[in-house]
C-alpha cells in the first residue's frame, strides 16, 4: 500500500523567514496530495492541494510543489507568522477510486517573533 | 453549517468497557471516514463509508466496530476497550477529495 513519509519531524524559523516541509509517496497511482494544518485541540484543516497533472500551486504565501518522476512533494511558506506555528501534515490518495487517504508523520512548524 | 461534530471531546474508559464515540455532518456528504492519531505516526483510517449501509475497513480497523444508518451520522464503536486504543480519534467527510475534519474525541483507556 501506500507509504508517505514526511521530513523534518520538527521546524523552528523566524518569523519572515520562509518554510520548506517534504513528503515522499511510494505509491506512483496516487494522485492527489493535500495539505492539512492542525493547531492545538482542533482537527487538521485543509490549507492547499495538488493533483498530479500539475507541477505547482500557489495560494498567497503558501506554495507546494510536486515532482512525479521522483514522487516528492512540497510545501512553502513564504514571509512566515507567527500564527502559521502548528503541526503540518502531507497526505497522498492512493488512486482515482479510493478515498483512502494515507497522512504523513506531521511536522511541528514553530515560528519565532 | 456546523460541518463535522464530534461527541464526547474526553473520555476516559477502563479496559474491557463500551462506547460509542459520535459523529455527524450537515454538509450531506456521502464519503465519511474515521481516523485515530498518535504521536509520531499522522492519521491513520480505521474505517470509511461511501455512503448509507456501506462501510468499509481502513488501515487500522481491529477493536472497532462502525455504521451508516443515515448519511449525517457515522459512529465508531468499541466493543472491549484495550489500552492500545488510547489515541485522539477524528471523524472526516469528504466532498470532491477534500476531507472536512471534526474536532476530535481524546479517548484514554486505562
Known amino acids: 500500500g501506500e507509504n508517505v513519509e514526511q521530513h523534518p519531524s520538527t521546524l523552528s524559523v523566524q518569523e519572515g523567514d520562509s518554510a520548506v516541509i517534504k513528503c515522499t509517496y511510494s505509491d506512483s497511482a496516487s494522485n492527489y496530495f493535500p495539505w492539512y494544518k492542525q493547531e492545538l485541540g482542533k482537527g487538521p484543516q485543509l490549507i492547499i492541494d495538488?493533483?498530479?497533472?500539475?507541477g505547482e500551486k500557489k495560494d498567497q504565501r503558501i506554495a507546494v510543489t510536486l515532482n512525479k518522476t521522483a514522487k516528492h512533494f512540497s510545501l512553502h511558506i513564504t514571509e512566515t507568522q507567527p500564527e502559521d506555528s502548528a503541526v503540518y501534515f502531507c497526505a497522498a490518495k492512493p488512486s482515482p477510486n479510493n478515498n483512502d487517504m494515507r497522512f504523513g508523520a506531521g511536522t511541528r512548524l514553530t515560528v519565532k517573533p | 453549517n456546523a460541518g463535522v461534530t464530534q461527541t464526547p471531546k474526553f473520555q476516559v474508559l477502563k479496559t474491557g468497557q463500551s462506547m460509542t464515540l459520535q459523529c455527524a455532518q450537515d454538509m450531506n456528504h456521502e464519503y465519511m471516514s474515521w481516523y485515530r492519531q498518535d504521536p509520531g505516526m499522522g492519521l491513520r483510517l480505521i474505517h470509511y463509508?461511501?455512503?448509507?449501509?456501506?462501510?468499509d475497513q481502513g488501515e487500522v480497523p481491529n477493536g472497532y466496530n462502525v455504521s451508516r444508518s443515515t448519511t449525517e451520522d457515522f459512529p465508531l464503536r468499541l466493543l472491549s476497550a484495550a489500552p492500545s486504543q488510547t489515541s485522539v480519534y477524528f471523524c472526516?467527510?469528504?466532498?470532491?477529495?477534500?476531507?472536512?475534519f471534526g474536532p476530535g474525541t481524546r479517548l484514554t483507556v486505562l
Open positions: 463509508s461511501v455512503g448509507a449501509g456501506i462501510t
Open positions: 495538488i493533483r498530479s497533472n500539475v
Open positions: 472526516a467527510s469528504t466532498s470532491f477529495n477534500e476531507q472536512f
